[in-house]
């Protein structure tokens, strides 16, 4: 079954000449600060909480659920949405050559959740444990057009002092807010993570979760003997999945 990413949220974003109808929005949890919500909402505008007329500036605070509107500091400007592309995702875990290889390479780099830190103790037994994809292996093309396949074995630059998770959603398992673990973020290893790939990440989780409505959710546990083109069909957005499906166990056995 589909999910509505709306459903549940508790903070509102509108622009303060259209009050009615709201840019985005999202659920909130601990790491949510005014000054993350700030930098997400960056440009020349002013943002206040409904019926305060206070406005924002950057701070530790946590923000506060209600309504925001946002205002343009230009003379005559408006608010606009970014008109960045989301890029489908669906769960790339499925077995082949390639997974299997990166999947083995992640469990001998790391050796443990990067996000709760939990260490893992049994070599033979990574129950609980599961390598993810910060890029999604569907989309290869878009992948080289945006240059990170140069990431790969680039490690020059300045990392950032701590990159934290940032849930979207209500947050059972506690990883909110946490600091990814920094054995997967060494910058004199070519297997650790670039800052540029998870910068990307965040940018596509924002516009998939806040922007508007959010985009629909997919299901992705289809238990043995489900009828998956069937489900697939009767979701949201059936071509597109579709196609990302196909493109994904494509490029799994595609090596770049």
Known sequence: MSFNRSRGRNVHFYSASDPVHALGGLILNQSVTVKNILIITSGSYSVSLRGTRKILTPSDKPLEPGHYDIRSNSPGGTISIADEPCVTRVYSGTESGRTEEFRNQV???????????????????WYGFE????????????FMDLGFPRLVTNRQGEHDS??????????????????LDPICRESNDERSVQDELL?????QSVLINMRGAGEPGFEMDFPGGTDMVGEILSGPEPAKRMETELSLRLNEFTWP
């Open 107 to 125: 469990r001998e780099h790391d050796g443990r959740c990067v996000i709760t830190g939990v260490v893992h103790a049994d070599a033979d037994y």
């Open 131 to 142: 390598a993810a994809h910060i890029f999604p292996l569907s989309d290869n093309k878009l």
């Open 162 to 179: 701590g990159i934290n998770s940032f849930a979207f959603r209500p947050d059972p398992f506690k990883v909110d807010g946490r600091v």
């Open 199 to 203: 910068r990307w990440h965040f940018c």
